[in-house]
Structure formats: C-alpha cells, structure tokens
C-alpha cells in the first residue's frame, strides 16, 4: 500500500539530510538543532496535510498520567539492573573495579535540559508519534506484549531508531539503541501516548550520562 511506504520515505529524506548536515563543516555545529527540528516539525507538517489531531500520535491527555507512572515504575526496575550490568562490564572487559563519581550536578542539570529538549522529546515525536502511528496501521496481525498489542511495526521502527543513531555516529555499538527503543514504543503502545516514552528515554540518558563519567 501506498501510505506504508510513505514514513520509509520521510525517514529516508529526513536521515539523508542528518547525514548531510553531518558531513558539511557550515552545519556541523549545529546538527542537534537541525536534528530536533527536523523531527519535530516532519510530524507537525503531516498532522496538518492530514488534518489529524495530535492524539493520532499520541501527543494528548489522555493516558497522560497512567504512561508516567508507567515509565517511572519500569526505571525503578530496570535502572539498578542496567547500571549493575555497566559495572560488570567495565570490571570484566576494562579491569575497573570502583566506579567513582566526579560530576558536578551543574553539569548533569544542564546535560538533562538539553537532552529533554534536543532529544528526547524530538526523537520520540519522531519515532513512536510519526513513525509507529503511521506505520501500525500497516500491521496485519498483532499479539499482546504484557497488555500492548504489537505487530511487525514495532520491531521495524526500533530498526530504524537504531539505524539513525548509526548515522549521527558510526559507530556499530550505536545499534544497540534498538533495545531501549523497544521498551519506548511499548510505553507509547501501551497507553496510546508518548510521554511515557519521552519520560523513560530522558531518564535513560541522564543515568548514561552519569554512568559513562
């Protein structure tokens, strides 16, 4: 069908772009902006082609609330466990065996506002507003993941989130995005909303941030 090939396209154009803005010394320096535009005004654009209201991807009230508590109950289960496992594998692979911390809340204040506004948020409106709400209307079968129905959609925009992290940076430990990008289009599945993606996707860079210093 026609209108599923269609998000392929604006994702291709839109990372053909990041790809081009990355490359040319003149927009370099700017390629967060230029990223965070992008993915924020593409889905605008389409809503307004469309004459659909934001809730079509999942920009609304409703669910609000339940998708918050939702991302911050999966951070209080799988943050202890994500940084447990960063700890292994810096002992096992590195030989360090105390993680010592340096950073000056300052900075972690200043990366978590920037991150929710250059990031987080863009990505999010990006990848599971646009993207996963146009491309499950193409899904002919579903299954239920823990009260989510899910279908072939799901794996395919984490494919693609990872994909256009690869871009931004080439390096192949950049794929691995895709598995946090499934727990944020499960949030966004499972209450119809994106906020608890943009919450828990935010939240997973800060504690990154941390980590990785």
């Known amino acids: 069908m026609k209108h599923c090939k269609t998000p392929y396209i604006i994702y291709a154009v839109a990372l053909l772009a990041i790809f081009a803005a990355n490359k040319l010394a003149l927009f370099k320096p700017y390629l967060g902006v230029i990223i965070a535009v992008l993915f924020l005004y593409v889905p605008v654009i389409f809503l307004f082609i469309k004459?659909?209201?934001?809730?079509?991807y999942g920009i609304s009230k409703?669910?609000?609330?339940?998708?918050i508590a939702r991302a911050l109950l999966l951070s209080f289960l799988i943050f202890p466990l994500y940084a447990i496992g960063f700890y292994i594998y810096m002992r096992h692979f590195y030989g360090?065996?105390?993680l010592s911390f340096s950073i000056l809340p300052m900075h972690i204040l200043i990366f978590a506002l920037n991150d929710l506004l250059m990031v987080a948020i863009p990505e999010e409106v990006f990848?599971?507003?646009y993207l996963q709400s146009e491309l499950r209307q193409c899904d002919k079968k579903k299954v239920n993941v823990f009260g989510a129905r899910i279908g072939f959609s799901f794996l395919m925009v984490n494919v693609l989130f990872a994909a256009g992290h690869l871009i931004v940076i080439q390096d192949i430990?950049?794929?691995a995005m895709f598995f946090p990008?499934?727990?944020f289009s499960w949030l966004r599945e499972k209450d119809d909303n994106i906020s608890g993606a943009v919450l828990f996707h935010w939240l997973s860079n800060v504690l990154s941030f941390i980590l990785l210093r």
Do not use: E
């Open 51 to 56: 004459k659909q209201q934001p809730a079509f």
């Open 127 to 129: 990848y599971r507003g």
């Open 62 to 67: 409703k669910g609000l609330l339940k998708s």
């Open 173 to 175: 430990s950049r794929l």
């Open 96 to 98: 360090i065996k105390t």
């Open 181 to 183: 990008g499934l727990v």
